[in-house]
């Protein structure tokens, strides 16, 4: 049962074309949700954490947002450089030390 | 800070070999993550450590898959013997133990090919 989904699978604009990442859980209880990107051939590198509907993260051209039942991840004006995978993640459970489960992530290509 | 180690970067075997990975986390974290993770889809959990004890394995392959983490510092991760599906980057993560955030630091992964 995939408790993290993450749309579209892979996405391409050109460059200054501003879109969004959608993010969707079904875990109850959320403790957090996390957006990492990850560079080919290099581990994901953490981005935003967002606790409580209505939050908003940002980082240069990224923002970050969550409802109760999803997170988005707008990138505004994207350039070349944004190019990337970019995960999500929740913890499973309650507990401080439950496991943090991945979506598939979204594989974005911006083009110049 | 160093970041998270991990080596080899790259593995080449044959189905049935056995193959092995290490990784040395950030100094002073106390939580280890060895993830799993196939061409296209997003890291999956194998196994999580608390100092050198096991907090979660259940997804672990436990006939071919084995894992340690003696003395609460680095660890090893064992494949004996590999299946073709095996094929996939392992993950090393670590975070401080006392982290409320749940922040992973990553490595930059080993690449199993299983021919």
């Known amino acids: 049962e995939d408790q993290v989904t993450q749309s579209p699978e892979a996405l391409r604009l050109q460059e200054g074309e501003s879109s969004s990442l959608n993010c969707s859980y079904t875990?109850?209880?959320?403790?957090?949700l996390f957006w990492y990107r990850q560079d080919p051939g290099k581990g994901p590198e953490f981005l935003f954490t967002l606790y409580s509907a209505g939050e908003e993260k940002e980082k240069e051209r990224l923002k970050a947002t969550l409802t109760k039942k999803e997170s988005f991840l707008h990138i505004t004006a994207p350039k070349p450089e944004d190019s990337a995978t970019y995960l999500c993640?929740?913890?499973?459970?309650?507990?401080?030390?439950?496991?943090?489960?991945f979506g598939k992530g979204t594989r974005l290509h911006i083009l110049p | 800070e160093a970041g998270v180690a991990q080596s080899p970067r790259y593995k080449i075997i044959e189905k049935r070999q056995s193959v092995a990975f290490w990784c040395n986390p950030i100094?002073?974290?106390?939580?280890l993550y060895w993830y799993q993770q196939i061409l296209g889809q997003g890291p999956k959990l194998l196994i999580q450590f608390q100092n050198n004890g096991v907090v979660d394995d259940s997804q672990l392959p436990k006939d071919r898959f084995s894992a340690e983490r003696l003395k609460g510092v680095d660890s090893t991760l064992k494949i004996q013997p590999a299946k073709l599906e095996d094929s996939a980057v392992y993950l090393c993560?670590?975070?401080?133990?006392?982290?409320?955030?749940?922040?992973?630091?990553f490595g930059a992964g080993s690449r199993l090919t299983v021919l």
């Open positions: 993640a929740v913890p499973e459970g309650m507990n401080r030390d439950d496991k943090i489960i």
């Open positions: 875990v109850s209880g959320l403790r957090g």
């Open positions: 993560a670590s975070r401080p133990m006392d982290s409320g955030a749940n922040v992973l630091t």
């Open positions: 100094s002073g974290h106390a939580t």
